[in-house]
Each structure stands twice: as structure tokens, then as C-alpha cells.
């Protein structure tokens, strides 16, 4: 049962453009949402969150948007670089509970 | 600043073996959370330690053990290895005191477990 998904496994957007990463979640019990950047050969890193008392939380050029009734959170990068490629993370979790749920990851490229 | 250390970075190990995984934290965290992650697969959640007891329990089988130390250091413990077993092997460490949130939980390198 997969409780959080990114359904793109890749994204190709052009240096410069805006990219969004898309997650989607199943459980209800979630109340707070991460982003993680994942460059090869190294851990995560936490990019921005967002609780779900709030809709959209901003962090320069990176901004999470989060969707309650849908289930749905969205991150936008903008203007995008190429150092922004790497595999993008989306984490969902109970407040308190310590334990973070994992999407699939997306692979984003940058292309100059 | 001192990170997440993981070691071994590398360990190949063959079928029924056994495998030993350590995790130091960042000094003064005191709570550490293992992660699998298998090929093309997300990170799943294996299980948490606070203050050396354990503190919450996801998909770990029951071939894999953990603990963690006075020192705070962890050890995942796998047993009689399964080729599905070969994944990249995350610890995470984060202080309690400073509430819950992505940027108080900061990750290892991981170790890339390789069993043949």
C-alpha cells in the first residue's frame, strides 16, 4: 500500500523554465509534508516543508503547495538550474510521530 | 560541521550470510532512524531509536535486529541474507528536543549492501 506517490518517475524541464514535482497522498493522519533532494552516491537532504495548516510555503526559488481536499502537494522550482537535477523526494507525517513515509522519487534534469 | 557517518560505505555479502551496519550520528542527536532503500524503490522506514530504546518499528523483518548504544551510535544487524536484501542502507539522526521537522533530521551517505 503505497501511501505517498509521485507518479513521474522523470522530469526533463529546460534551464530557466519552472518545474513542478508532483505527490499524492492516501492517508488522512498526515500533517506534515517534506521535499528531499537526492544527488547519487549521497543521503537526502531536506529541501522545504509545509504543515497542513498552511497551503503554500516559499523558500526562494523552491515553493511547496499543498492541496488538502485532493491530497495533493506540489513543488515548484523556479527558475530552475542545472544543479537542480537530482532525484526529488516527497516525505509525508504524522506530526510527532518521527517517521517519515517516502514517495518513489522523481529524477528531474535540468538541460542547458 | 561532523554528519551522519555510515559505515561501511560498501559490504558484499553472499546468501545466509550476515551483515553488520553502524551509524554515528551527529554528536548530541539522540534519536536515529534506519531507512532501506532497494533498487528503483523509495526509502522505507525500518525502524527508530531515542535515547538507546527503540521508539518505532516499520517494515523491518524479522531477520534484521538494531540497537543503540550508550555512545548513541546504531547497529542494524541483518541475518541469513536474502538477495532481495541488497539495497542502499540510510540512517538518519535528529535531537528530540528540537520538535519534528525535515530540517532538524539529517541523513548518512548510506551503505549500499550487495548480497551474491
Known amino acids: 500500500d503505497q501511501q505517498v506517490k509521485q507518479n513521474s518517475p522523470s522530469l526533463s524541464v529546460q534551464e530557466g523554465r519552472i518545474s513542478i514535482l508532483n505527490c499524492d497522498y492516501t492517508?488522512?493522519?498526515?500533517?506534515?509534508f517534506l521535499w528531499y533532494k537526492k544527488y547519487p552516491a549521497e543521503g537526502p537532504t531536506f529541501l522545504i516543508s509545509?504543515?497542513?495548516?498552511?497551503d503554500k510555503n516559499e523558500d526562494g526559488r523552491f515553493t511547496v503547495f499543498l492541496n488538502k481536499s485532493a491530497k495533493h502537494l506540489s513543488l515548484h522550482i523556479v527558475p530552475s538550474q542545472p544543479g537542480d537535477s537530482a532525484v526529488y523526494f516527497c516525505?509525508?507525517?504524522?506530526?510527532?510521530?518521527?517517521?517519515?513515509?517516502f514517495g518513489q522519487g522523481t529524477r528531474l534534469t535540468i538541460n542547458p | 560541521a561532523a554528519g551522519v557517518i555510515q559505515s561501511p560505505r560498501h559490504l558484499i555479502k553472499e546468501k545466509r550470510e550476515t551483515a553488520t551496519l553502524k551509524c554515528y550520528p551527529i554528536?548530541?542527536?539522540?534519536?536515529v532512524y534506519w531507512y532501506q532503500q532497494g533498487p528503483g524503490q523509495d526509502p522505507q522506514f525500518l525502524i527508530s531509536?531515542?535515547?538507546?530504546?527503540?521508539?518505532d518499528k516499520g517494515s523491518i523483518p524479522d531477520r534484521f535486529s538494531a540497537q543503540q548504544f550508550s555512545d548513541y551510535h546504531s547497529e542494524l544487524n541483518m541475518s541469513s541474507l536474502e538477495l532481495g536484501d541488497s539495497a542502499l542502507y540510510f540512517c538518519?539522526?535528529?535531537?528530540?528536543?528540537?520538535?519534528?521537522?525535515?530540517?532538524?533530521?539529517?541523513f548518512g551517505e548510506g551503505s549500499w549492501l550487495t548480497v551474491v
Open positions: 538518519a539522526s535528529s535531537l528530540r528536543d528540537r520538535g519534528f521537522s525535515g530540517n532538524t533530521i539529517y
Open positions: 492517508n488522512s493522519m498526515f500533517d506534515y
Open positions: 509545509i504543515s497542513s495548516i498552511k
Open positions: 516525505a509525508a507525517a504524522v506530526w510527532g510521530a518521527q517517521k517519515l513515509v
Open positions: 554528536p548530541r542527536h539522540d534519536t
Open positions: 531509536f531515542y535515547e538507546k530504546m527503540q521508539s
